[in-house]
Structures are given as structure tokens and as C-alpha cells.
């Protein structure tokens, strides 16, 4: 632990500085009056408190040890579980209102070829910085992307450049080439950017959320209808009827209740082997990613951070007057019930 100056006069107080930090972060040798996982308060650290605080406290540090212990995607799974099952029923909808128009594969494959979905080959060279990171990181990142912009402009290889320059994990063994992917599956600035070029050429450089990249694209290939069918189907379904009232008049003759309906529902979900693309999937599976890393940010949550340090940044993220903490807190609470079934609080008073 890095020693407490002392100012001459008045050595008494870095000693009860460092001791509140001591019982704000370990709680002393008092029993718990909130526990959160690993993370523990007493009564003396709550005190002033309401239940309301406490229930954000908790909340906040429920949230700080899944960013810790990086299990953010298992607190998540419940959400886009329930996402996939309405997405699910959105093309059972349009698969019965297509039924009910007698519109055959047929018609869908050729309007589709009119009109195709394309996977993308990319590969790109990354400067790191979030739109949250201040505005001098921001125009220092943007910098050393126009410097590589020059450098490839100048006739230098892209594999070569991407390996050396590019900051995502990874990039020098893979020389900045992606995985194919298809509209989804990267955050909308990057799939325009990549869309807009043909094989060969070099994009502007392009800021998303993550930094600023300068993309190659490599190759394009349009994904096979069988592939594209439900998004094709939705779209189709869309221009004719509404799909969700069709699908509520299918459920009517099977249900009396709404739950009834929406398990019949998926059941014929399931009968038909309806499943949600890939692209899809991963775009619901970033978004949430994007929240963890907004919110973990805001609060100053940290991987591999201990249950000392979670129950410190949970105090301070608790005590935070900033409209921007605030705004987030009252987020988390929407994710209460989640926080909890990961975490969950004991209650206890001491006395």
C-alpha cells in the first residue's frame, strides 16, 4: 500500500483518512449489514441510507462483479433469450401471412435477386477510442489513422500496415482481416463503410463507436436465399398485411389467455424450426455488449477487479452527483431482476 504523506503540524489526520479507506473497503471487523456476492457493508457504512439507496447500492454492486469476474454475458442471457423468442414469433408472423396470401419461395427468390443480402470479406486497421474517451484521445486516434491513411496512399502494403499499426487484439497475426460478416454483424458506420466499396478498395477513414478504422474490402458474395429467407419473408409479409394481427387471429382459435397464446406460439415456432439468423443474433448480442461497456465505464467497474475494489467504485458510482452517473443508475435499475438472480443481496443488521 503507497504511504500517506504528512503535513507538518497536523500528522493525525492522514491516520483517520486511511482508516475510513481501511472500514470503507474492508467494513471492519463488524458483521454485514448488506451483502452482494463477495461484497459486504456494514451497518456504520450504510448509515443515512434509505431502503431505495441500498436496493441501488446493491444493485450497482451486483453489476461491478459480473464486469469483474466477466460474466456480463451470462447476466445478459436471460434478455437476449427473450428477445430471440419475440423475434421467433415475428417470423412465424410472417410466415402465416404469407400462408394466408398464398405467396410461394418463388415469388420470394425472385424478388430477392432483385435486391440481394451480401457477406462482406473485410480487413481493417483500428485505432482505439470510445466516444466516451475525452475529445483529445479522440483527435489523437483520429491523427494516427490519417497518418496510416497516408502511409497505404502512398503504396505501403495493407496486410502489412494493419499488422503493424492496427490496435485490435489479434490484427498482426491476422493482419486486420474480420471473420465474413453480414449486414448485422458489424455496428451500422462500419457495414455502410464496407457496403460502399468494391473488391479492392480503401474506405475514408471511419469513425464508430469503438475508434476510427480504414477499411479494405476484400471480397462480397451474395448469401443464398435459403439463407435470407426469414428476413426476405418478413419484409414481404410487411407490404401485404400485419403480420402481428394475423398471427394473433392464428392464436385466438388455440388460446383463451395470453400466455396460452404466446406458448402455442412458439410451440409452432418450434414445429417449423423457425430460428433467428446469425447476423441477428449477434447484433442483439453487441448491443448488449455496448450497454455493459457504457455503463461499466460510467461507473469505473474494471475486469479482474477484487470485491474490495467493486465495493469502493459501487460507493463512489453511488454517490456520484453527475447527471451522467445518475442517468446510468436509473438504467441498472431496469436490470434489477437480472442483478439479482446473479447476485443476490443478504440483508442483515448489525446490533
Known amino acids: 500500500m503507497p504511504s500517506v504523506p504528512r503535513s507538518s503540524g497536523a500528522h493525525t489526520r492522514p491516520t483517520v483518512v486511511l482508516a475510513a479507506l481501511l472500514v470503507a473497503t474492508c467494513g471492519g471487523d463488524a458483521p454485514p449489514a448488506l451483502t452482494v456476492g463477495e461484497v459486504s457493508w456494514s451497518e456504520s457504512e450504510l448509515i443515512g441510507l434509505s431502503d431505495s439507496r441500498r436496493r441501488a447500492l446493491s444493485d450497482l454492486a451486483a453489476f461491478g462483479q459480473a464486469v469483474a469476474d466477466s460474466t456480463t454475458d451470462e447476466l445478459g442471457r436471460p434478455l437476449l433469450d427473450e428477445w430471440l423468442d419475440e423475434r421467433r414469433l415475428?417470423?412465424?408472423a410472417a410466415e402465416?401471412?404469407?400462408e394466408k396470401h398464398d405467396i410461394g419461395d418463388d415469388v420470394l427468390e425472385a424478388r430477392y435477386l432483385t435486391d440481394p443480402r451480401w457477406e462482406l470479406e473485410v480487413r481493417h486497421i483500428l485505432f482505439f477510442s470510445e466516444r466516451w474517451r475525452s475529445p483529445q484521445h479522440r483527435a489523437e486516434a483520429e491523427s494516427?489513422?490519417?497518418?496510416?491513411?497516408?502511409?497505404l496512399q502512398s503504396g505501403a502494403d495493407f496486410a502489412a500496415t494493419a499488422a503493424q499499426l492496427s490496435e485490435e487484439p489479434g490484427a498482426e497475426g491476422r493482419q486486420g482481416?474480420?471473420?465474413p460478416g453480414r449486414e448485422g454483424s458489424w455496428v451500422p458506420e462500419f457495414w455502410a463503410a464496407a457496403l460502399a466499396l468494391e473488391p479492392g478498395e480503401i474506405s475514408p477513414v471511419t469513425e464508430?463507436?469503438?475508434?476510427?478504422h480504414i477499411l479494405r474490402l476484400e471480397d462480397r458474395r451474395i448469401v443464398p436465399f435459403e439463407e435470407a429467407h426469414s428476413v426476405v419473408a418478413r419484409q414481404a409479409a410487411a407490404a401485404l398485411d400485419d403480420p402481428g394481427a394475423v398471427l394473433d387471429g392464428w392464436t385466438d382459435a388455440l388460446a383463451s389467455t395470453a400466455e396460452e397464446a404466446r406458448a402455442a406460439a412458439l410451440e409452432e415456432a418450434d414445429r417449423r424450426?423457425?430460428?433467428v439468423p446469425e447476423g441477428e443474433r449477434a447484433e442483439r448480442a453487441r448491443a448488449w455488449d455496448d450497454?455493459?461497456?457504457r455503463l461499466s465505464a460510467t461507473f469505473g467497474f474494471r475486469y479482474g477487479a477484487s470485491p474490495e475494489q467493486v465495493g469502493a467504485a459501487a460507493l463512489a458510482a453511488l454517490a456520484d452527483p453527475g447527471q451522467s452517473v445518475a442517468l446510468a443508475r436509473t438504467e441498472l435499475e431496469g436490470y434489477r431482476l437480472l442483478l439479482e438472480r446473479h447476485y443476490p443481496a443478504r440483508i442483515g443488521r448489525d446490533g
Do not use: D, F, N, S
Request: avoid cysteine.
Open 177 to 179: 482481416l474480420l471473420t
Open 291 to 293: 450497454i455493459v461497456y
Open 96 to 98: 402465416l401471412t404469407l
Open 208 to 212: 464508430t463507436q469503438y475508434g476510427y
Open 273 to 275: 424450426g423457425i430460428t
Open 144 to 151: 494516427k489513422a490519417e497518418r496510416a491513411m497516408a502511409l
Open 90 to 92: 415475428e417470423i412465424l
